[in-house]
């Protein structure tokens, strides 16, 4: 006997007395079961693929690097005695500052209590 | 000693992760069969057309893979993908591939209730026969119910996968199915005696 089938029916529970479903169901057995050969299919797809931001060539970076470097060297060669001049000027103001012993065990105590603080913050963030 | 074969998950994690070519043709390689072989059934054996439709699938999961959640299997995402594509490629061309063979079946000679040739003897050419009277049976069908049929017969989804894989509830799904079946029943009735 054919039972109809009801809305709330899955295709894997339908009666194998249903005649359609049964021959739907050889079918898609014999669907399932044939494997079609690759044929190069994957080679297209792999070949269609877009390109690639990382397949930019590897000298790129440094190549952009130098190009700064080399124009910041030609900016200083520009500009003839004012790097000296800054250099010298910074040395000066640098050895121009009285330097005690309280000044540094000040700064001593100021740098180690800023270490502290950012070791006690990272470990509180952790 | 061989290496143990990935699993598509870890394969989808390496293509999103390091966009590793190699891996997604992993992918390629390892579904290429069931996604072919469905859009050659949804297009009714075009297997040209099928082919281009499977490599769209693909080159379009290569392009999305990130919005792939892993709730449903990348099988299933697949056919989701493979049913659009179909269905975009055959609202384009609406009124030749399957419009064409519509009119070839009603002037082949209506064979309405198509029987089994009789020299289907053996279990081989029944199963050939078959094959040839469902193509036909199913190129009568929508485009959608012949895809929920593709689905929940021939890659033997659930309803809810079918869903899934038709982008549609799944009462709509058991929908397309009955009004399908209701349809083939009478395009296949010579295989009922069988």
């Known amino acids: 006997m054919t039972r109809a089938p009801e809305m709330n029916d899955s295709p894997r529970s339908q009666p194998a007395d249903d005649w359609l479903d049964a021959l739907l169901r050889a079918d898609g057995r014999d669907h399932r079961a044939d494997y079609l050969d690759d044929d190069g299919f994957t080679a297209r797809v792999a070949a269609a693929l877009p390109a690639s931001p990382a397949a930019l060539p590897a000298w790129r970076k440094p190549a952009v690097a130098a190009l700064w470097a080399a124009g910041g060297i030609g900016v200083a060669f520009a500009l003839p005695g004012a790097a000296s001049d800054a250099a010298h000027e910074i040395i000066r103001a640098i050895l121009a500052q009285r330097v005690s012993a309280g000044g540094i065990g000040t700064a001593l105590v100021v740098l180690l209590a800023s270490a502290w603080t950012a070791v006690a913050v990272v470990l509180r963030g952790d | ?194």
């Open chain 2, 1 to 194: 000693m061989a290496q143990p074969q990935l699993s598509d998950a870890q394969l989808i994690a390496r293509v999103v992760v390091h966009d590793d070519r190699n891996a997604f043709s992993d992918l390629v390689r390892r579904h290429q069969s069931a996604v072919r072989a469905t859009l050659r059934r949804l297009t009714a054996g075009n297997h040209a057309l099928a082919d281009d439709l499977a490599q769209e699938t693909f080159m379009l999961a290569y392009r999305n893979i990130k919005s792939f959640r892993q709730e449903a299997q990348f099988s299933t995402w697949l056919y989701r993908i493979a049913t659009n594509a179909f269905l975009a490629d055959a609202r384009r061309r609406k009124e030749d591939l399957l419009g064409d063979r519509d009119l070839e079946l009603t002037t082949e000679g209506d064979d309405e209730g198509a029987a089994p040739a009789e020299a289907a003897g053996s279990d081989h050419a029944r199963g050939a026969t078959l094959r040839i009277d469902i193509d036909r049976a199913l190129a009568v069908l929508s485009d959608a119910e012949r895809a929920a049929i593709v689905h929940c017969y021939h890659n033997d989804l659930s309803h809810e996968e079918a869903a899934i894989a038709l982008n549609c509830p799944v009462g709509t799904v058991k929908t397309h199915i009955l009004r399908a079946k209701a349809k083939l029943k009478s395009r296949l009735a010579g295989w009922e005696s069988q």
